[in-house]
C-alpha cells in the first residue's frame, strides 16, 4: 500500500512537475490561497488545472490570488 502510494506520488509530481515549480514561485510572490471563480474555458497560454468533464468539455474554476477569499 505504502509503495503504491509513493509510486503514485511520485508519478504525479513527475507529470506535473512544471504546474508545480510555476505554483512554487507565485506562493514565494504571496499568491497562497485559491479564488473560485466563473468556470471558462482554460487559456491555452496560463498553466491551470483544468477540468474535464466526461463529455470532453475543459474549464478552469479557480484562480490563484494573493488575497484571502471572502466568503458570500
Known sequence: MLEGTLVFLTLFS???????????????QGYNYWDQIEC???DPNAKSIVITTPIGNKYVCFKQTNMKPTQN
Open 40 to 42: 471558462r474555458a482554460p
Open 14 to 28: 513527475w507529470v506535473e512537475r512544471e504546474f508545480l515549480e510555476e505554483k512554487l514561485k507565485w506562493n514565494a
